[in-house]
Every structure is written in C-alpha cells, then in structure tokens.
C-alpha cells in the first residue's frame, strides 16, 4: 500500500499493473530526452552569436524534425495499444465475484457459489486494532485466490461509484442498472487497499475496499467456512 513521502506507484500485485508500471517508465524516459534536447536547443539558440543571411531554407532538418517526432509517437502508441487490449482481455474465469456499491459501502457476491455474500463497511476509527489503517480497513475483507483468473462484476445499486484497487491496476465505474466487467489475477497474497473513486455523496471517503489474496487451499477452507456459518 502506499506511504508516506511515496512518489512512485505502489508494488504490482497483478501482471496488468506490473506492465502498467513498466509503460510508464518507458514513457518518462521518452519524455525525459524530448525535454533534455529541448531546453538544450533552446538555452544554445539564446547564447549563441551565430547568424547567417545567406540560409533561406533547410530541408534535411525540416525532414528530420517533421519525420523524428512521428517515430517517436509510435514508440509510444504501440506498448500502449498492446497494453490497453491486455487490459480488456477476458479469458475463462476461475472466480466471478460481484461487487454492488451502496452508499456508502459495497457489498459482493460469490456468484460461483451458493449463499457466499456479504456487506463490507469501513471498520470506526476508535474501533481500529493495532496494525490495521484508518480510513482503509473494513469488517469484511473480500477473499480471492492467487494465480487464478478472476472476473468482477461491478454495478450499483443508487449512485455512480467506482471500485479501484491499484496495485491491482484496476478501476470500474458502478453504475446503476449496468454491469461493468473487470479481470484480473492476483500474484502475490496480501492485504490490498482501494477506495471508492467516484465522488458518491457526502460520505465518499468512507467506503473503502480490502481485498484478501489467498492460496488457492485456504480460499477453499473460507467458503466452506462461510457457507457453514450461514
């Protein structure tokens, strides 16, 4: 999860995020030459004295910095095309859970398995255990295998929300009467964070997600567990 002082991503826990991280250094490198040999140019056309009357035109430089400027966009269209079909692909899912904002707390549905649901609130600030994160931590974290495709499903039942988890590198919209599709695979287990990121009324701050990831044996012992309980 993120900390303090933190100016890069929070650790991938999902291959989308991982490329998703990776693309975008690529693009910081990029940018990071364009503005060097920019301000480079600029700086040298302020402090030197060269001038000529006799250059009225430059068509090999006029080429280059017409044609230059195209390659380098492909340099940056092609990973990000790639990465942005990556990012719709559905494969066959192993998990399918629902997730239904409310306002102002979501609630899922382990549609693959009978009776497995549940509301999720933010847990008080005063009823907090040492350990666990203000604003972050909910009294019933969601629980998804690692190393298993899972799809979500992600509507609303009032308002517009969106349900965002980033080091998963994903984010839905809610939307009332709509589902929106999302899948993923966790890598690694953990506890991860997200929030709501669609400003939903006055308690919007107040609806966070945690997302449990398991191995695939103790996933199976929380929905016998669960389903016995019920």
């Known amino acids: 999860m993120s900390h303090w002082s933190q100016i890069a991503f929070q650790d991938a826990a999902s291959p989308i995020m991982t490329m998703l991280i990776a693309f975008h250094d690529h693009a910081m490198l990029v940018i990071i030459m364009v503005l060097t040999f920019v301000t480079y140019a600029m700086v ?3 402090i ?3 001038t000529s009357r006799n250059i009225y035109e430059a068509q090999s430089i006029e080429a280059i910095w017409t044609v230059l400027p195209a390659f380098i966009l492909l340099f940056l269209a092609l990973p990000s095309l790639q ?4 990012t719709d692909e559905i494969v066959e899912p ?3 859970v629902k997730a239904i904002g409310h306002q102002w707390y979501w609630s899922y549905e382990y549609t693959d398995f009978c009776n497995v ?6 847990v008080n600030p005063n009823d907090l255990h040492e350990g666990q994160f203000r604003l972050l931590e909910v009294d019933n974290r969601i629980v998804l295998p690692m190393n298993i495709e899972v799809r979500m499903l992600v509507s609303a039942a009032d308002v517009i929300h969106s349900w965002t988890v980033p ?3 994903v984010k839905a919209d809610a939307i009332p009467g709509r589902l929106n599709q999302l899948s993923f695979i966790i890598q690694r287990p953990g506890i991860l964070y997200g929030q709501c990121s669609e400003i939903c009324g006055a308690n919007h701050s107040f609806m966070p997600i945690a997302v449990e990831a ?3 044996d103790s996933f199976i012992m ?3 567990a669960f389903t016995d309980k019920e």
């Open 167 to 169: 080091a998963l590198g």
């Open 117 to 122: 649901e549940f509301d999720s609130y933010m």
């Open 214 to 216: 398991v191995n695939t």
């Open 48 to 50: 030197n004295k060269h």
């Open 44 to 46: 040298s056309l302020l």
């Open 94 to 96: 192993g998990v399918t």
């Open 222 to 224: 929380w929905i016998n």
């Open 83 to 86: 990465l942005l079909y990556l």
